[in-house]
């Protein structure tokens, strides 16, 4: 398959590396024209994903229409902020009903839409379009370390045959039409991330840790099953398994936030420390007014809100959870 992937951050970067050595016949492009010159320049991503050679087949491109000539199927990787412009570029150069997946996480600012719905807005007339999620760094898969994801659209039909033209024994892919759960799944979980990383930092222990993991599943459930997610969602890897990860794995950026504030550092300074966009960050004050036009109870989410407000330290979040009323589960 001819593969178009937009955005040469370390995700971007991590998959056009995976489907070119899965024989796929793969193009990169990023609006950074000086940033796509030193890809080709040096075979290697030194500024996000340093240390992976790129392979002789995968063509960094200085020119988006060079990249998407003959493309059957459009991976925008780029933060939230930059999907919109992205899918405007795919209906600006003719390509507006290029089949595209989504490959970035979280609720757009302002508008409160998922990335799939983005999508729909701006390329409306485009019945392929869907997202990829699910428990990954880009680390593991630049190595081609095994991992599993989800790919979901409403397009079921379409969704499958992508699924068996691009599943490998390096990424095993399983599809979905529950695009709502799998994005609302991959959104939120940033979010707990963050929570996890600043219990962690505090130094609370194990206990903690799973108590924070099992309650931020539960608020993501609550909050996808009201936005028409099915319960079961939450349950595979674009919920749970990639919750897990981002909360546990010493690479997650989002984990790495909640121990820098635990630390007593300023959210920019953290920011500027990871070098990265960290979704979790900008997701937080979305997901909480998702919840609050659904009516769900998010704790943590809140919580988290409140602390990037500053209007709470980073120890009363997690003394505040904590020590919430007596309910039952």
């Not at 998959?15 to 050595?21: D, G, P, V």
């Not at 988006?64 to 405007?88: F, H, M, P, Q, W």
């Not at 089949?99 to 799939?116: H, Y």
């Not at 996890?196 to 609370?204: F, M, V, W």
């Amino acid at each position: 398959m001819k593969i178009t992937v937009i955005g040469a951050g370390a995700w971007g970067t991590a998959l056009a590396i995976h489907f070119s050595k899965q024989g796929h016949e793969v193009s990169m492009w990023a609006r950074n024209e000086a940033h796509m010159r030193a890809l080709q320049q040096d075979s290697e991503n030194k500024r996000y994903l340093p240390g992976f050679e790129l392979p002789e087949a995968l063509k960094a491109c200085t020119s988006l229409s060079e990249a998407l000539s003959g493309s059957e199927l459009a991976l925008i990787v780029t933060s939230v902020a930059g999907l919109r412009d992205s899918a405007k570029l795919l209906s600006d150069n003719g390509y507006s009903h290029l089949p595209v997946l989504a490959a970035c996480k979280g609720f757009e600012q302002d508008t409160g839409l998922l990335t799939f719905q983005v999508l729909k807005e701006v390329l409306p007339g485009n019945d392929k379009v869907g997202v990829l999620s699910g428990p990954s760094f880009a680390q593991e898969l630049a190595k081609q370390l095994p991992c599993a994801v989800v790919l979901a659209s409403e397009n079921k039909p379409w969704i499958e045959s992508v699924v068996q033209q691009l599943n490998s024994g390096v990424m095993r892919l399983y599809g979905s039409e529950d695009v709502i759960g799998v994005s609302v799944g991959g959104a939120v979980k940033n979010v707990m991330a963050i929570a996890t990383g600043l219990s962690d930092g505090l130094e609370y222990g194990l206990n903690a840790r799973a108590a924070l993991v099992t309650r931020g599943l539960a608020e993501i459930t609550r909050l996808a099953v009201a936005m028409g997610a099915q319960p079961k969602t939450m349950m595979g890897l674009a919920g749970m398994g990639d919750l897990i990860l981002t909360c546990t794995g010493a690479l997650s950026r989002n984990r790495r936030v909640g121990l820098g504030l635990a630390s007593g550092k300023e959210l920019h300074q953290v920011l500027v420390e990871i070098g990265h966009v960290s979704e979790g960050v900008s997701t937080i004050e979305e997901v909480f007014n998702t919840a609050c036009k659904y009516q769900i109870d998010m704790p943590i989410t809140h919580t988290l809100l409140q602390l990037i407000r500053k209007e709470l330290t980073a120890e009363q979040v997690v003394e505040r959870l904590m020590e919430r009323e007596a309910r039952f589960e």
